[in-house]
């Protein structure tokens, strides 16, 4: 079953816009991972938020956690026409074993 | 380490025949997922190990639908007999034992059923 749900499902912006992109999950976690998927390739790790931590940043892109609401944001600033590609967030689980579910995705096209 | 690897990277077969989809993860890390991906139902996890024990499987979708991991360095995803419906990427990830870890996934096997 799937744990994050993202919004919006499909993106699309001009080049040197930015690009937020929202997750939404169901049940306790112990951290949340963004992750990027190129047409037709592997997924690629982006960037990872603890459950006790608020916001995070990796060069262009921001991350916030709210765990109250149960959500996340990924925000990527001047975007570029690279960025074009799918973006999952992902969830794993607090307890015992680490189990990373994945929601559906934003797919993200960034117009040059 | 060369990250994941999957095998093969392509796959068709026709319909009723056996399946088998191999992964070798990242050396040292404890945990494996397998995955499945297709446009109508995303990134769904069939089934993931914790030091080479299947801890939920939940997600595999039918009895005709097989996981093993007999070492920490392979795990085999096997579909017999294969329907059409079974089309789809499948990928494997590896994660480490450390807390705060971020899942590596390798290219993925794209499984065509004819």
């Known amino acids: 079953s799937q744990q994050g749900e993202e919004d919006p499902q499909a993106l699309s912006i001009q080049e040197g816009e930015n690009a937020t992109m929202n997750c939404s999950y169901k049940?306790?976690?112990?951290?949340l991972q963004w992750y990027r998927q190129n047409s037709g390739r592997g997924l690629v790790h982006l960037i990872l938020?603890?459950?006790?931590?608020r916001e995070k940043h990796s060069g262009r892109l921001r991350v916030t956690l709210d765990t109250s609401k149960k959500s996340s944001s990924l925000l990527i600033t001047a975007s570029r026409a690279a960025d074009t590609a799918s973006y999952f967030c992902?969830?794993?689980?607090?307890?015992?074993?680490?189990?990373?579910?994945f929601g559906i995705g934003t797919k993200l096209q960034v117009i040059p | 380490d060369a990250g994941v690897i999957q095998s093969p990277r392509h796959e068709v077969t026709e319909m009723g025949q056996e399946v088998t989809l191999r992964c070798k993860p990242i050396?040292?890390?404890?945990?494996l997922f397998w995955y499945r991906q297709t446009m109508m139902r995303g990134l769904e996890l069939l089934i993931y190990?914790?030091?080479?024990?299947?801890?939920?499987d939940s997600g595999m979708p039918e009895d005709r639908f097989s996981a093993k991991m007999p070492n920490a360095s392979f795990s085999t995803l096997k579909i017999q007999p294969s329907e059409p419906r079974d089309s789809a990427v499948y990928f494997c990830?590896?994660?480490?034992?450390?807390?705060?870890?971020?899942?590596?996934f390798g290219q993925g096997t794209r499984l065509t059923v004819v």
């Open positions: 990830a590896s994660l480490s034992r450390v807390y705060w870890a971020e899942a590596f």
């Open positions: 190990f914790n030091n080479n024990v299947p801890i939920d």
């Open positions: 992902a969830t794993a689980n607090s307890g015992g074993y680490q189990k990373v579910t």
């Open positions: 049940t306790s976690i112990n951290n």
């Open positions: 938020i603890r459950s006790n931590e």
């Open positions: 050396s040292g890390h404890n945990s």
